[in-house]
């Protein structure tokens, strides 16, 4: 399986961005996607996570009523609309996939995720 994500970049506070995470080399039909953070000096922690199929989708709750996880299965591509961003959220961000049914109390745990992109930085300051 191979992760590719993109979309980062330098962005004022309150601006947005929008990541993609596009998805190959697998052929299960289920699978989920998260999306994960990590800053300088802290841990690396979930932001969001959607499932292939259904409508279930999860939030830290840092950035609920901000981000929007999003899918397009015909391109396996999953996307993270980051609207209203603050200084907090600069980080490298890194999107995973999982051949597991996420839970709202495993969809943040890393140890769910088989493979990972290589992350792409987002940088919020004025």
Do not use: H
């Amino acid at each position: 399986v191979q992760l590719q994500a993109s979309g980062g970049g330098l962005v004022q506070p309150g601006g947005s961005l929008r990541l993609s995470c596009a998805a190959s080399g697998f052929t299960l039909d289920y699978w989920a996607i998260g999306w994960f953070r990590q800053a300088p000096g802290k841990e690396r922690e979930g932001v969001s996570c959607i499932r292939r199929s259904g409508g279930s989708t999860y939030y830290a709750d840092s950035v609920k009523g901000r981000f929007t996880i999003s899918r397009d299965n015909a391109k396996n591509t999953v996307y993270l609309q980051m609207n209203n961003l603050k200084p907090e959220d600069t980080a490298v961000y890194y999107c995973a996939w999982s051949p597991k049914v996420p839970t709202s109390s495993s969809w943040y745990k890393l140890n769910i995720y088989d493979y990972w992109g290589q992350g792409t930085l987002v940088t919020v300051s004025s």
